[in-house]
């Protein structure tokens, strides 16, 4: 993380990513994204139905 001064505001603490810590979070939500992957690969059809339809119901309810 990097921390920078705001300029408009010198109260203000601006913070970021570091070019390495960027790339720690890419490898981190890969792995993530990898480890969900392998554990839906896993689970029967009538399991994988029930989820589908459970996302369509949050989807829903996040277009309110």
Known sequence: ???????ADGRVTRIRATEEGGALVLDVRRSRD???VARLLELPPEDLRLLNDAAAVLRAMADR
Request: net charge negative; aromatic share 10%; glycine share 0%.
């Open 1 to 7: 993380m990097e921390r920078l001064a705001d300029p």
């Open 34 to 36: 990898a480890w969900l």
